[in-house]
């Protein structure tokens, strides 16, 4: 094996290691500032890291429909993304380079939202299959947003390589060209889908559905989907920070990691002043938003692949 | 139109039909008629001489008159009068004409007696169970004279399931409740859906039915009653039991202290502010919007504040027994609520403001659960849900109590009959409540707060009163009797008549937005149910396969 | 517009800081009405069975153990916190408190037992003269079902011996 | 080690679900209430969610009642141990008003084994929030039944060497508290 294998393996690992330990944070701070929000004091900030070892120690009632394909789908979903914080770049660039591509990367996404699919569907109570029916829907509409974000930036660096699309490929072409800037909205105002909160947390909306697929899941099965929701809150603001906002690296390897951690940070404060202020958005609405939107970044393709 | 002109256009269309008419004054009717005419009657009253719904009750008189009785109460709101139409069934089991074809408002109302008291509506729609649960055996009515309030009868069966009907074609069913995070209560709803959209239901609820009204006929005293009435709901509890003081005082003739009719005015307005803001911030958390929920809770806390000030606890003020209050307002307690007033109402008009232009909530509110006039006046939908309808019926400015008639407010209508309007009405409606308690203090006389009552009251003379509840009228109806409680006391809440019209409000609709529909009636079951969809999510109940299911989300992906 | 009615919504809340109080630290000043658990002074309590008639929860348990004892009973599980006790208590021996922090694991914490003694009446039996307190309570709306039959029986009483357990509580007749 | 660490975490991160069985609501608004600014329970890890699976602690409010009581018990069942149930207000505790009525069982712990008393009607939120700092061994309960007992019979007529005092004084110098 290469040293520079080993370097990557490395680079993927410490990825990971930095997503476990940062994604209990990064929901604290979420709900920490959504209390101070709604005036109220809130939880300590390490409140998630406390849930999740709670539920760890937790019976695990295995009550679903097929409990082998619950099983199943559990580290389907934890699996994939913890795979995909290896192909996720955090600091300079993405470690696992020869590993995989953008495609691949878009495929391990879509692979969880699957798995999660999988969950309510093994899970089988009504409650389950209506959440699974609409996580379907909106993985279906709402993935390729991020296709076409990350062709873009292919497009205008000639490659799918995961260390040139994902360091602000987007802009790559001419300084600012039209169809970054396009891309750069679209995901903005759609990047409340992508971590699934509200407004757009509808396959899990707790006051309609119960938390949808997840709701037959308990203890440590249960710590393992909230623990994959925590980390998608991190790798989707890790994504949008590497190929949005490129700018700020020095080179040092623990200061570009602690630049791309506050970036993201910057992201999930965001992501909760939208979800404190907003009201759940029904499937239909959502879907129509997310068409308008895939219209809007379809263009931005088209323009992309004239050059602008 | 005046009383006795009401009495002479009865007895011109009906003649002999009509037997005997008490009008106690002060906005109140008894028509004794004959039970033979009593269908012809209700529906003369109610399309005719346009009147409202109010409800039905049966009674067991057997001990006093050997017969059961049978009352449909109506209201002329334009003359502020409640009229209600009585008759003595002799047979055996007793039978009478359903009016629900008429009526349609009177469904439940006849199912309940139907169940309680063993009353036949002939000719019912839908006679299925409505109040007792599941396992009760058939023919055994527990409002019945001759059953102690603890009985419980031999064939008293745990298991037995409940007989839901069939859904329709092509329909599969989602049980909704009875534990679910937006329903505060249990209640059950089997909701029969196509894709998200809901196609029906039914609705299988008084699952916190208590058997208050047996108990206040059995076992708790006139001045006991006030604290269980209290308890029928924990939110507008003083509601009940200040309407239920003033069925009593009406049917034995007394009438409170001035200084009182003030005290019990105030305390009703700040259960309308605190329940109101209590509804706004539920709404919120229903549509998943957190902040306005903290928000409006936290406005609200300082009127519980006040309220535990005043009367010694946040929520069960044991406010009214028979002929007065309890709780006086001292100078300070004035000083101190009219600073919480103005505080509430500053923030709280700051929250309407930015509310009014918030597009995100108006696209889960506007245009959803719509109710019309005419299902307004068919179902008896009443309070903020028919006032946002365009319905303009206020029982505190037409049949007015307390002080209401001694001070001036503005009662809100809406004009869309959807969740927007309701909650526009309701934030409206608490500047109104602002204003009534302003107007109370500064005009409240001094003088006592008790009357001393006489040792008994009289036997057998009825009362009844309507109070507004932050969730529409809350009717109270009593028989006053021996041994110091009444012969019959009979409560239909508001979310009674409002959760009738749910049915209506929900079909045709997106899935999710039947949970802020049946939000926005404010249900309160514990209110309709006093005296009853079971299946908890958890339990499995997949009632189509999961091959269907799959391949109706298949169907819907492609 | 939506978004400006957004941020108008987030500076309303946080305009008002950080409300949260510190409760279980620092408590809140209790308002002078406040009705907690009823405290039984036996020091005052002459046992008419006032409270025991006028609880709407039927909680307070009033029953002879002989000639002499009479025990009054409260059980506190079911207690409303109405007030009406301290009301209508002719000897005001029963004060609203102010206590409200009653959690507990075991539901018999809560309850108050008093042994009273009774002296009665050599000729009558009874423990009052005519004009006591009990018709002060019967003009308030007092219960009048078995006062007029000339027998001291107290609902509880009638209760307890159909049923001599109440709620797991064993309760000594004799 | 990660065991007993996870056991450790149970008191710090108490997921609750809330069950009416039928009361009134007055305790479960009293309970949205402690979710609320001025009390904000989430700062002891308290969270409100709407699957019993998920849940650690189940807050009864409201009685038993023959309509409810099958399915509280399925709730109940569906929840993963460790777990804890609460019987808030004193309907759930003792049945309140109508505990013998007809449709009534009684309170919550006839069919569902109680693990604390929240008595109230309804509790105040500072109640419930003890209530629970009780449970997690914030603070010490501070309840304890009160049993004031006769010890003597006090009259002369039984023992005229005993009368010391004034009057009834003498009565209670031999009254304990229990």
Known sequence: MSGKAIIEILGGLANVVIVLIVAPFFEGVLRKLTARIQSRQGPPLWQPYYDLLKLLGKEDIESGESPPMQRFAVYLSFAAIMTVACLVPFGSHAPANSIGDVLVLIYLLTLCGIATMLAGLAAGSTYSLIGMNREMMSLITLEPLLVVAMVIGAIHVHSFRLDQVLAGSVYAAAGFPWSGLIMLGVMLVSFQAFVQRVPFDIAEAETEIMEGPLMEYSGPKLALFKYVQMAKLVIYSALFVALFIPWGHTGLYPLDVLIHLAKCLVMVLGVTWVAATHARYRMDQAIRFYALLLGISVIALGMAVYGY | MPAHKIIERLKDQFGVAIQRADLPGNGRLFVFVDSAALKSICRFVFRDLDARYVTSIGSDDRPYSDSFLVAHHFAFDRTGLLCSLLTHLTGNPPKVDSISKEVPAANWAEREFRDLLGIEPVGHPYPKRLVLPDGWPEGKHPLRKDVAWNYVPEGYDEDREFAFDEPPEGCMVIPFGPFHPTLDEPAHFRLYVEGEMVRGCEYRGFMAHRGIEKLGESVLTYNEIPMAAERICGICGCVHNVAYAQAVEQAAAIKPPPRAEYIRTIMLELERLHSHLLWVGLACHIVGFDTLFMLSFRIREPLMWMAEKISGNRKTYALCLIGGVRWDFTAELKAELQQVLLKVEQEWRAVVEAVAGDRNLQKRTLGIGVTSPELVKNVGLIGPVARAAGVDIDCRRDHPYAAYDRVEFKVITGTGGDVWSRLLVRAQEVFESIRIIRQCLEKMPEGPLQLQLPDELPIGRMGMSSVEAPRGEAHHFVITGENNRPRRWRVRAPTYQNLQGIPAMIKDQQLADMTISLGSIDPCFSCTDRMEIVDIRSGKTTVYTQEELREMARRKVL | ?174 | MLKNLCQKMFGRSLWVYHANSGGCNGCDIEVLNVLTPYYDVERFGIKLVGSPRHADVMLCQGPALRSTAKALKRAYEAMPSPKLVFAIGSCASGGGLWYDTYNVIGPVDKILPVNFYIPGCPPRPEAIIYGVAVAVGLVDKKTSPVKIKQLELPIPRYHPDQLSGEGELVVYEKAEKV
């Open chain 3, 1 to 174: 517009m939506s978004l400006l009615s957004k941020f108008k919504e987030t500076l309303i809340c946080l305009r008002a800081g950080k409300v949260t109080l510190p409760y279980p630290r620092q408590a809140r000043p209790l308002p002078e009405r406040f009705r907690g658990r009823p405290l039984f002074d036996a020091m005052k309590c002459i046992g008419c069975a006032g409270c025991a008639n006028n609880c709407p929860a039927r909680e307070i348990l009033v029953y002879d153990v002989c000639q002499e004892v009479r025990i009054l009973k409260y059980l506190g599980r079911r207690c409303t916190y109405c007030g009406r006790c301290a009301d209508v208590c002719p000897e005001k021996a029963i004060t609203m408190s102010k206590e409200f922090e009653n959690a507990t694991d075991q539901i018999g914490d809560i309850q108050q037992q008093l042994d009273l003694f009774m002296s009665t009446c050599q000729r009558c039996g009874r423990c009052f003269k005519e004009p006591g307190p009990l018709e002060q309570l019967q003009m308030k709306g007092y219960r009048a079902d078995d006062l007029g039959k000339e027998r001291w029986i107290y609902r509880s009483k009638a209760y307890l011996e159909s049923q001599p357990e109440v709620d797991d509580i064993k309760i000594e007749l004799d």
